[in-house]
């Protein structure tokens, strides 16, 4: 692939730069990856300070890369990132895809429930319910609790994917669409479970598994280099000073055995203070809410409503113009043409915009073509449009009585010279309201272009309203710029629709 760093020279190339570019995602939260509460341009999350500490022992600096979390190994066949780290689970498949470091956490699954819910207070209630009615357990689409529901439960649970962690938890909590538990990564639990007093741990924690860093198959000395700085965080105690400030450090991890004093012995468990004697500042979930959330967190919205605006007044004349040209092709070109023009419309119309974004930004480099995020996020959302701005203008086109085409004809014009000064004129106007609506309907579609890592609004909404807690005031705030984008839009065309209504009356 034309993207990807040889495997002799990713190691070369990340000293030469000076950074180690390490992939996660933000909306996940803590206590992986989150901007602090107190600062919201800093991140925090053990992963941030392993990274830290990993770029460190390579001679580099960290710089992180967000991206969305189900698509990270494909940025790394981008190369986009040289590694990711967050909270991806060792399997097989993995590692028979990508490098797998050694791990440097090692989790379990914490089954939850309500504290009120006297019917699930064991795994055996999961297995034989009291009341015979399977259990409706949230997980995290594609996570190590959903696989694991699946293999030992196939038929006595009804498993609920949701996309958020937190989100499964609230959900429980709410008792959402009668959802009876969640099974959450430990990890996860132990982060946030003072921000969810009504759900309780249910029984022993199971299902034990490994986060790995991945990186390129073929990128062996960077692999090996990252298992020697992974190891010396564990031998040296800073793995667990890190794990301890988030209170995830625990008898699991400990028995893994590696930690060595300063002498070089073997410390065994008397790890209760770092190497100075003072006890870690404790990292836990802090909710955010009111005024403060909007003053701290506000700014962020705004800055991502720009890249809304952005997307869209760049995609959208380019959609026009596209619209403009398959409509004119399918209308007046030779049949041959006309049915490419065809074709076209009813495959980009056919097929959903995530698959399209996908297909610009993810296969395009498996044949050398890689496009920049943005500009992939503009011309995926411009040829979408594009079909809808065809079958617009193939209307208005048609809407123009045939009688003017042959009286421009008749005084000498050439066809594409009576459609450029009489007929496009006059099919212009009458599109404009419906290319208006499309507009707007072009602003709210660019959320879907976070699955290729381009921030905008609604992911940014969903980043700082996880890591907060502040759902409804950044929601409502989030839906304030919305409008604020849309609105005027939604003004012009009604203007527009009622002066066309007039002309057509006088």
Known sequence: MAARCSADDTLDKIRQRGTLIWGADQEGGGPFVLPSADDPNRLIGFEVELADYIAAQLGVKAEFYQGQWDKLPDLLGRGDIDIVLNGYEWTPQRATELGTSIPYYIYELQLLGRKGDASLRSWTDVETPPDGRKKRIAVLGGSAAQQYLEEHFPTQVEIVNFDGATDAMRGVELSL?????????????????????????????????????????????LLSEINRAILSALQDGSLRQILAKYRIWNAVQSRRALEVGSDGSFVGDDVRTDASGATQPLETYKAVRGWKVIRQRGGFLIAAAAVTVALAIVAMPLAVFVGLLISLVRLYGPRWLSWLAVGYIELVRGTPLVLQLYVIFFLLPEIGLSIHAFWAGVLGLALNYSAYEAEIYRAGLQAIPRGQMEAALSLGMSRWMALRRVILPQATRLVIPPVTNDFIALFKDTAVCSVITVVELSKQYYIHARSTGAVIELGILTAILYLAMSYPLSLLAGRLERRMKQERHT
């Open 177 to 221: 669409d009668g959802l009876d538990g969640n099974l959450q990564d430990g990890p996860v639990w132990t982060y946030f479970q003072d921000g969810f007093p009504e759900l309780v741990g249910v029984g022993d924690p199971v299902g034990r598994g490994y986060y790995v860093a991945l990186m390129r198959k073929e990128d062996q000395r």
